[in-house]
T-cell receptor, first 114, second 112 residues
Framework: DSGVTQTPKHLITATGQRVTLRCSPRSGDLSVYWYQQSLDQGLQFLIQYYNGEERAKGNILERFSAQQFPDLHSELNLSSLELGDSALYFC?????????????FGSGTQLSVL | EDQVTQSPEALRLQEGESSSLNCSYT??????LFWYRQDPGKGPEFLFT???AGEEKEKERLKATLTKKESFLHITAPKPEDSATYLCAVQERFQGAQKLVFGQGTRLTINP
């Protein structure tokens, strides 16, 4: 158990809908990262938050947004969903935000857009 | 952007049959190379970080090595429980923060 909690584990929705994925980092970790994993693209970095502030933005679509709350949990919002958004979405956390730190990953949310 | 290529895509071994997984990378200034293990339906689990050419790290039946262009994950006398997908990633300078660029992974199967 990595200590990172993601909910829900599975999500099935329709095109055009909006969903929210939730992540609670390990106790004491200030950084939260979101990654998308699909069969053809592998693990792709989406966005990082550090202590409530956006730190880095990767391949995140404009239809997607995220935030980190004062209690350090994070939410990833996906809107106007398309079939191609179906993937595993992972949250990871680390103690700091900019160094060579190992990331601890949650078990992921499997999103299926029908 | 940094590139990470892993080979082979899949590897099937008999229990006790040692082998190596390859991770080649192109990066402008390596800040760290990471190995993760991923089991089906789970998130990646950290194994090693390597920082400079010549560095080696070991954990049980696994040993990771690093050169200027590639890293190897050596598996000695593997057991069925070593079956997993092994992911390699390099840390990229990105907006003053940490961004890991992952390879596609090697799916390892150890038959009893």
């Amino acid at each position: 158990d990595s200590g990172v909690t993601q909910t829900p584990k599975h999500l099935i929705t329709a095109t055009g809908q909006r969903v929210t994925l939730r992540c609670s980092p390990r106790s004491g970790d200030l950084s939260v990262y979101w990654y998308q994993q699909s069969l053809d693209q592998g693990l792709q970095f989406l966005i990082q938050y550090y202590n409530g502030e956006e730190r880095a933005k990767g391949n995140i679509l404009e239809r997607f947004s995220a935030q980190q709350f004062p209690d350090l949990h994070s939410e990833l919002n996906l809107s106007s969903l398309e079939l191609g958004d179906s993937a595993l979405y992972f949250c990871a956390s680390s103690v700091g935000g900019g160094g060579n730190e190992k990331l601890f990953f949650g078990s992921g949310t499997q999103l299926s857009v029908l | 952007e940094d590139q990470v290529t892993q080979s082979p895509e899949a590897l099937r071994l008999q229990e006790g049959e040692s082998s190596s997984l390859n991770c080649s990378y192109t990066v402008s200034g390596l800040r760290g190379l990471f190995w993760y293990r991923q089991d089906p339906g789970k998130g990646p689990e950290f194994l090693f970080t390597l920082y400079s050419a010549g560095e080696e790290k070991e954990k049980e039946r696994l040993k990771a090595t690093l050169t200027k262009k590639e890293s190897f994950l050596h598996i000695t006398a593997p057991k069925p429980e070593d079956s997993a997908t092994y992911l390699c990633a390099v840390q990229e300078r990105f907006q003053g923060a940490q961004k890991l660029v992952f390879g596609q992974g090697t799916r390892l199967t150890i038959n009893p």
